[in-house]
């Protein structure tokens, strides 16, 4: 992927599918730079929802540089609530819930945690599948990573679309 231009902000709209809960997953970001687009998206076989829609905000940020400020548009609230309201106190709590239990994906908040707080970052929620133009084009990127995971029975990994 090339770098993207120097802009004020970036907006990101991230995006996890999965056929089977586990099952094959794909995740899938858009990335909009002013008139620039980019488009990600990735696969793993056995995955559930919830770690798809983590590792597709992940990729987002990871993929842009650290000094832009960014606006991520997600449809799940696992993720937003996730990083807006309980990750400090999970944190705070060594990595356990309320109820003392290891936080659930802690490897892939551990991952966010990390890439967010190097950034400048406000986190929105979107109604999936509702006609919202952007978070439809995500949610049809990480389908196309399973489609093109099932049909080269092999792992489709992480792409530029």
Request: overall charge positive; glycine content about 8%; proline content about 3%.
């Amino acid at each position: 992927m090339t770098e993207l231009a120097d802009q004020k902000a970036l907006t990101l709209f991230t995006d996890g599918a999965c056929r089977g809960n586990p099952g094959p997953g794909g995740w899938g970001v858009l990335i909009r730079d002013g008139s620039q687009e980019t488009e990600l998206l990735g696969s793993e076989r056995h995955t559930t929802n919830n770690r798809m829609e983590l590792v597709a905000a992940i990729r987002a940020l990871e993929a842009i540089s650290p000094e832009h400020p960014v606006a991520v548009y997600t449809d799940s609230q696992y993720v937003r609530n996730g990083v807006t309201q309980w990750i400090s106190k999970w944190r705070a709590n060594g990595w356990k819930t309320a109820a003392r239990k290891p936080v659930k994906n802690q490897d892939l908040w551990k991952q966010l945690d990390s890439a967010a707080e190097r950034r400048r970052v406000s986190w929105h929620w979107v109604r999936g599948h509702s006609g919202h133009a952007e978070n439809e084009r995500a949610d049809a990127l990480a389908n196309r990573a399973i489609d093109l995971m099932l049909s080269n029975n092999t792992y489709a990994g992480d792409k530029t679309a």
